[in-house]
């Protein structure tokens, strides 16, 4: 159940193309992204348990777990999804570039931070270290947040499709073991691929 393709295109797909660009090309910025109070009903669900912020279920997407949703729960990537666009919320406000964009893991996304001018690597070693190091979901998903608020600063997008995957596989010790081996080849990658920090703004 938990492959299966999400019924209806997410938030970020309704206004962002494949190639990371905005699908409505006119209008001013505020016609081409999310509509500011879908976001800020997104942000309400940071912190909280997936289900209980009831203007979110119009923004979920994965199939209902039956078995769990009668016995009051909900299933591994329900609450990847709740926890994933509560995020998406919060990277996605006031933004002018959308911030989802797909192919863009968690780890090359904070390399990009530590790459920019205004941060400090060991700083952001320090930050990603905190977020691989995790342990439940609840403590990534804390974690994760202020991360995204750092990856904001300096509009690094993430892909959100690809986030909600790895905290789903969070739940298990083996699937985890692949998350954060993915995150640490994407991260320090940087010691194989391009030089230098970049100091764009």
């Known amino acids: 159940m938990t492959e299966e393709e999400p019924t209806k295109p997410r938030i970020w797909h309704r206004y962002i193309a494949a190639d990371g660009t905005w699908r409505r090309k006119e209008g001013t910025a505020a016609e081409k992204r999310p509509p500011g109070e879908d976001l800020q ?3 309400r669900g940071l912190g909280r348990p997936a289900g209980t912020v009831l203007e979110m279920f119009p923004f979920y ?3 209902v777990d039956d078995y769990a949703a ?3 729960e909900v299933s591994a990537e329900q609450e990847a999804e709740h926890i ?3 995020l998406y919320g919060l990277h996605q406000q006031s ?3 959308p911030m989802h964009c797909d192919g863009v893991g968690l780890g090359r996304a904070v390399l990009g931070l530590r790459r920019h001018k205004r941060t400090s690597d060991e700083a952001v070693d320090s930050r990603f270290q905190q977020v691989f190091s995790a342990t439940s979901t609840d403590t990534l998903a804390l974690r994760l947040r202020g991360l995204i608020s750092q990856l904001k600063d300096i509009k690094e997008p993430v892909d959100y499709n690809r986030l909600i995957s790895d905290i ?3 739940n298990r010790p083996d699937s985890r073991s692949r998350v954060r081996r993915r995150w640490g080849l994407d991260y320090y990658g940087w010691t194989q691929g391009a030089t230098g920090r970049r100091t764009d703004g």
């Open 41 to 43: 009903i997104l942000r």
């Open 61 to 63: 997407t994965c199939p």
């Open 70 to 72: 009668r016995r009051g």
């Open 84 to 86: 994933a666009l509560a």
């Open 95 to 97: 933004q002018d570039r």
């Open 168 to 170: 789903r596989d969070w």
